[in-house]
């Protein structure tokens, strides 16, 4: 049933963001034919660019909206008569729009790249470009031996950590504003800022400690690369995440009421 | 076997309002129950506890002995007052979706029935009126094969003709063993497809009866008692 969820997920949210891809790589293919030459900047070469830059950054706010818009639309107004009748646990629902959300945000970046890459290709020789990401790797390598490996992998998933833990805050402050009947969006913005602060708060305890040795001095205190501790901080991070998801869950299970 | 639905001493509150102040009432298969009261009774509160979609306050609910949850879902088909299409789908891709998440439903019954009433499968939902929306979900609803219908306010939307045509589907598009429950304030429109009579008011059950029973004992129409009991 998960995997269905996740199809029609999916499916709803495709029809906002392949366009926009679409469109991001086209201009991006145009802006790579318009030679550019700092000294000579035509105004038909400022406004191509400055598309591409606003479709860019809309790519990046549509991410947002959608993801916010699927969990409050779907889920907590009309349609979730239809939702929360399917024969589905509700936690499935919550993890369907998370990972669909995860996986049009890691997209995006990478279709950026991609895009990037297509207007850079006019001004730089691709080959002159790889070489010199050989050399950065090259360099990376000689500082960290064979445990660079471990440090990409450390970076990606504390990037999806991150990311991750980053939603299910939007997620829970969205249910937690459904428990109110007038002022749904404005407890809702309330829940997203009392729970971020709380959370700063205690991070910060953790990461400086009550007596200045916490997590960043002990990290700062290793070298050449303090893995265990940032995999610590990395788990501080899930543990808010799973916190996030419990609640939501609850709320979902137990507090629905639909309008 | 047990009864399709059981209730014992449901209560329900939002904040200090009782929207259920306590309701015992068993419903047996194979009937067609007409849960009538005025607006705000607590006809949609009893029968959204039957989906899972509020959770009571004090007692308990079952459906085929069991707590409503993704078990019960399987079987109760539910349509609900609100109109909960999404804009994107046509009705061909709702159709697909129903079947994709529902084992008992019967798509080639639903395109016949969209076909009765004239409604393109290409459509957008989006582009419906709000009647054809509502003859729309009332298909999804009643193409499952399901064992407890439930039906909040099915008619209310939809013009006198539709009415007929929605009436008949209920009654022939169920099998025998199969219950429904219609909440509705139009009473005279249901009266002649109806088994049983469940009467409720400020959150209580004032009155259940067999249709018969009341025509029989009383000597009046379900409509006549409901003006009688429900006088302002």
């Given at each position: 049933m998960l995997g269905k969820l996740l199809k029609y997920e999916i499916k709803a949210t495709s029809r906002v963001f392949l366009p926009?891809?679409?469109v991001l790589i086209v201009f991006a293919v145009v802006n790579s034919?318009?030679?550019?030459?700092?000294?000579?900047?035509?105004?038909?070469?400022?406004?191509?660019?400055?598309?591409?830059?606003?479709?860019?950054?809309?790519?990046?706010?549509?991410?947002?909206?959608?993801?916010?818009?699927?969990?409050?639309?779907?889920?907590?107004?009309?349609?979730?008569?239809?939702?929360?009748?399917?024969?589905?646990?509700?936690?499935?629902?919550?993890?369907?729009?998370?990972?669909?959300?995860?996986?049009?945000?890691?997209?995006s970046c990478l279709i950026a790249l991609l895009s990037i890459l297509i207007i850079a290709s006019q001004g730089i020789n691709l080959s002159e470009f790889f070489e010199s990401l050989r050399m950065i790797w090259d360099t990376a390598y000689s500082y960290f031996g064979a445990s660079l490996y471990h440090f990409i992998v450390q970076i990606i998933v504390g990037f999806i950590v991150a990311m991750v833990s980053g939603i299910l805050l939007i997620y829970v402050s969205i249910a937690i504003g459904h428990l109110s009947n007038n002022h749904k969006k404005l407890l809702?913005?309330?829940?997203?800022?009392?729970?971020?602060?709380?959370?700063?708060?205690?991070?910060?305890?953790?990461?400086?400690?009550?007596?200045?040795?916490?997590?960043?001095?002990r990290i700062t205190q290793q070298s050449p690369f303090p893995f265990a501790l940032v995999w610590e901080a990395i788990g501080i991070s899930a543990i808010f995440a799973v916190i996030y998801f419990i609640i939501t869950n609850i709320i979902l299970n137990r507090r629905l009421n639909l309008e | 076997m047990n009864a399709i639905l059981e209730c014992n001493n449901i209560k329900k509150s939002f904040g200090s309002k009782h929207a259920l102040t306590g309701i015992d009432?068993?419903?047996?298969?194979?009937?067609?129950?007409?849960?009538?009261?005025?607006?705000?009774?607590?006809?949609?509160?009893?029968?959204?506890?039957?989906?899972?979609?509020?959770?009571?306050?004090?007692?308990?609910?079952?459906?085929?002995?069991?707590?409503?949850?993704v078990e019960t879902k399987k079987v109760v088909s539910y349509l609900p007052e609100k109109t909960y299409l999404n804009n994107w789908m046509s009705i061909q891709q709702i159709i697909e979706f129903f079947s994709d998440f529902y084992s008992d439903f019967n798509s080639e019954k639903a395109y016949d029935m969209l076909k009765r009433l004239n409604l393109d499968p290409k459509e957008k939902l989006k582009n419906l009126s709000k009647g054809n929306k509502e003859k729309v979900q009332l298909i999804l609803v009643m193409s499952r094969e399901a064992q407890l219908y439930l039906l909040d306010e099915p008619i209310g939307g939809v013009d006198p003709a539709a009415r007929d045509y929605i009436l008949e589907t209920i009654i022939s598009n169920y099998n025998e063993n199969a219950t429904v429950i219609i909440s509705t304030h139009l009473i005279s429109d249901i009266e002649k497809i109806l088994d049983d009579v469940v009467f409720i008011k400020d959150g209580g059950i004032i009155l259940t009866s067999t249709v018969d029973n009341i025509r029989d004992e009383k000597g009046k129409s379900v409509d006549a008692l409901f003006r009688e009991v429900f006088k302002c």
């Open positions: 926009l891809y679409l034919f318009m030679n550019f030459n700092p000294d000579d900047f035509s105004t038909s070469q400022f406004i191509t660019l400055t598309l591409y830059i606003f479709i860019l950054v809309g790519m990046f706010v549509a991410s947002f909206i959608v993801m916010i818009q699927r969990f409050y639309t779907n889920l907590l107004s009309e349609e979730g008569y239809l939702m929360f009748t399917l024969p589905v646990e509700s936690w499935k629902h919550i993890v369907s729009k998370l990972i669909t959300s995860v996986m049009w945000i890691v997209l809702s913005i309330g829940a997203f800022i009392g729970i971020y602060i709380v959370g700063q708060i205690i991070s910060a305890i953790l990461f400086i400690g009550n007596d200045g040795y916490g997590l960043t001095y | 009432l068993k419903v047996e298969r194979g009937r067609i129950v007409g849960l009538l009261g005025p607006n705000g009774s607590g006809k949609t509160t009893l029968i959204k506890l039957a989906n899972a979609l509020l959770v009571p306050t004090s007692g308990e609910i079952l459906i085929d002995g069991k707590k409503p949850g």
